[in-house]
């Protein structure tokens, strides 16, 4: 494999040279998937509670969400080549179309109650957000293992190329 395949596209929302974006992306998918979950054990034993943890569930999800799409945003926007990549687009798409359908549902939560909105509306939705998160998901890691976005900096750039097996090396 020549060198030049093993250079990686740089993340330009970054701090101590470590993207941000894939730091930031484990907390909406954690709370998406627990207002799913949450919808479901309200559906199998109709506490109120697990209503109650669904709508804020998904509120603290729209909220990292935002901080997400934030920095993956600056990742898009900040790079050329990263836009010219068709799965950047699916993935990006797909995911304002995740934060669409969350504000949805947390907008039908909050005006008719939680309780009275998780079926069948709420449930639906939380079920459509955790399929999409799937398809995303996999975008985003075609972007990270195939594309190698995030991965090491580009060398045209002026930045570091990636390490040697020599720099990687602890000398003890």
Do not use: C
């Amino acid at each position: 494999m020549a060198d030049r395949e093993l250079l990686g596209l740089a993340a330009s929302a970054k701090v101590g040279g470590h993207p941000i974006h894939p730091m930031l992306v484990p907390f909406p998918i954690a709370l998406l998937v627990a207002t799913f979950v949450s919808d479901l054990v309200y559906l199998t034993n109709g506490n109120a509670f697990w209503a109650d943890v669904s709508m804020w569930s998904l509120g603290a999800a729209i909220v990292t969400a935002a901080l997400a799409a934030l920095a993956g945003l600056t990742d898009f926007m900040g790079n050329a080549r990263i836009r010219a990549i068709n799965d950047a687009w699916k993935h990006m798409i797909g995911n304002i179309v995740v934060v669409l359908l969350s504000i949805a549902s947390f907008w039908l939560r909050y005006d008719g109650g939680p309780v009275q909105a998780v079926w069948p509306g709420g449930f639906l939705l939380s079920l459509l957000t955790v399929l999409l998160l799937l398809y995303t998901g996999w975008k985003g890691g075609e972007l990270v293992y195939h594309h190698r976005i995030g991965m090491h900096p580009e060398a045209e750039d002026g930045t570091t190329p990636p390490p040697t097996v020599k720099h990687m090396t602890r000398h003890i």
